[in-house]
């Protein structure tokens, strides 16, 4: 039973960490769309926070799990080796087990949701990159046909120095 209270404790921590990381990732979505360079920096190293604590959080699931594992093949069970939520699901009954479905659904939830808003931030984040691709040779087109043409007075339009190198 005291494994079974660590699982319940990691699997806990690591759901909030997603639902931290789902909030994290909402407010992302709203500063790309308004161009916070800087606030997008921030967000980033909150994130890189939350995902160091999802990592010892992982390191703890795993040694929760190779207890399981010992318990499994004490029982002379051939499956301890690959052993799954789903497996130690099959060895409960009653409020341990329908609290342990309760925190895995709502996990699987908040990872889903994490990662369509996730797929959100990376097209966003592309579109904004494209654009700004964009701009710049839009740029570098209007530079260069300036490029050996006569102004009014006869003179030849010299060629501006940029202080961007442009792609050709």
């Known amino acids: 039973m005291e494994n079974l209270n ?13 639902k931290d990381l789902l909030e994290v990732s909402k407010n992302k979505t709203s500063v790309i769309i308004e161009g916070r360079v800087k606030e997008l920096e921030n967000i980033t ?11 010892d959080l992982e390191e703890k ?3 929760v799990i190779i207890t399981f594992k010992e318990e499994l093949q004490n029982e002379d069970n051939n499956d301890a080796e690959n052993i799954t939520i789903s497996m130690i699901l099959k060895k409960l009954n009653g409020q341990p087990k329908e609290k342990l479905e309760s925190q895995t659904k709502e996990m699987l939830r908040t990872v889903q949701e994490l990662d369509h808003t996730n797929k959100l931030n990376s097209k966003l984040i592309k579109s904004s990159l494209d654009y700004i691709d964009f701009s710049i040779n839009m740029y570098g087109n209007l530079k ?3 490029n050996g043409s006569y102004e009014q007075s006869g003179d030849i339009k010299g060629n501006k120095s940029s202080f961007f190198d442009i792609k050709t």
């Open 6 to 18: 660590k699982l319940f404790e990691v699997l806990e921590g690591q759901t909030q960490v997603y």
């Open 61 to 63: 699931l795993e040694n």
């Open 45 to 55: 190293k909150v994130e890189q926070t939350l995902i160091f604590k999802m990592g």
């Open 144 to 146: 260069s046909d300036n």
